[in-house]
């Protein structure tokens, strides 16, 4: 036991310190995607429910790619597509540098990728469950078509899709784990070399399981603040 | 009685057909679908400017090789997380609250955790423990990735299809066990042949669901040294460093997710065509 300890302790000879920088990188990861993947998400949802065919079309192809590609896929797809995408621009332009694509910004862009294709559906259905009326309710007041989403749509909006939303922040949470094999150190590459290096794959495996599951109780509770702030609006019973 | 009625008041006639205006929004659209097509076109196009007849010959077989074992992976794993499923989700609806909160613990453990922190655990956390394995007997099935990666995903998507079949029990009105108990059925016999006909057909679309979650998750078996449709990828990338071999495997495991969930909306309309009132 005291051996165990002395491996999880920070410092030289202990791995917490590094395994601790793991959980800061897996955090902020999740947290830079989440944006990212939401506002993608919104607007495809838009494209989506538009009266205009060929929005929907469109919205609708993106849906189906990056939802049917496999995350690891996808994240292989935007990591060394993008390296050679850039290396053949610059050929291009007459120069012979090789640039290295950051493996968090990689990362993001693919977690936000299939995190908006879902998200894009539970927006579309949130959007469906608000009635015509609303709009029209807010075009009779004189509202812009800005002015009636932003103060009208959108608060109605956030409400009924955050039960879904709340659901794919878990799934991101858990997906992040997947950069590790692109060189990011989060808590999987963390634990990872400390197996390797101390042959203690159970324990070490084990915490970062933990670790997941400390993030994942952490985020319920938050997710029940949000929901509680998000309900204050609704009618007492 | 109509021709009467048409005689005296002329029916309306169609409304003239609305003319689109060219706005803002149509504009929008036309250049997101023109991006759209421009990148699925250009990567079509480049996979066809850059067919490689040698390197398609050298990889297409592997590919197909590492297809067989994806398909292979999934089914045994999904087969046996149902077999699994079925205590759990009972364990879940069990009056118990010891035996309740063992099969919760399970489920939260298995659907809070990364599938791949889950493989990483059983495939090095076995290595370590090889003298005890090798005891019982059990280190010939754990040296082998391919198992490793069956075990902890049965394990994993029986936390999922748990939840799901409970979800579906759930969704069962009480009535109906209560109609069974009066007829005279035994518990068992009410379950079989009342509630989980029922509770399959709500389970339906989440299994569906789930079948797709584990084809896409099971790429990450290529990490752990299996050389499924993934492994067969990363491996001719890292030979060939031609890109389109990232972009086939792209190709065939969207006809594989499009193809399960075509398949899986014609069965649900089947199964559930006694329900339909329009039909």
Known sequence: MDEMLALLSLGDTGWGDEIASGVGVTISLALATLPLGLLIGFFVALAKQSEEQTLRLAGNIYTTVFRGLPELLTLFLVYFGAQIG???????????????????????VALGLVFSSFSSEVFLSAFRAIPR????GGYAIGLSRFQTMRLIILPQLIRIALPGLSNLWMILLKDTALVSVIGLSDIIRQTGIAARVTKE?????GVACLLYLALAILSSIAIGAINHWAAKGDAPR | MTAIVNEHIQPALPPPPVR????????????????????????SLYLILAWDSELVAKYAPKYWKGLQITLGLVATSLVFGAA????????RLSPSRTVGALAYAYVYLFRGTPLLAQVFLVYYGAGEFRPELQSVGLWAFFRDPWNCAVFAFA???????????????????????????????????????????????????????????????????????VLDLMGETRRAYSRSFDFQTYLWAAVVYLLMVETIRNIWERLEKRLTRHLRRDG
């Open chain 1, 133 to 136: 009326g609303q709009y029209e």
């Open chain 2, 155 to 225: 394990l994993n998507t029986a936390a999922y299809q748990a939840e799901i079949l409970r979800g579906a029990i759930q969704s069962v009105a009480k009535g109906q066990w209560e109609a069974a108990e009066a007829l005279g059925l035994t518990r068992l016999q009410a379950f079989r042949k009342i509630i989980l006909p029922q509770a399959l057909i709500v389970a339906l679309r989440p299994y569906g669901n789930e079948i797709i979650l584990m084809l896409k998750g099971s790429a990450i078996v290529a990490i752990i040294t």
């Open chain 2, 20 to 43: 689109r205006r060219w706005n803002g929004t149509r504009t929008t659209g036309w250049i997101a679908l023109a991006v759209m097509i421009g990148l699925l076109g250009g990567l």
């Open chain 2, 84 to 91: 699994m499923s079925l205590p759990v989700a009972m364990a």
């Open chain 1, 86 to 108: 850039i290396r053949q621009l610059l050929l291009a332009m007459g120069s012979e540098t090789t640039i290295e694509i950051n493996s968090f910004l990689a990362g993001m």
């Open chain 1, 201 to 205: 794959a159970f324990l070490f495996f």
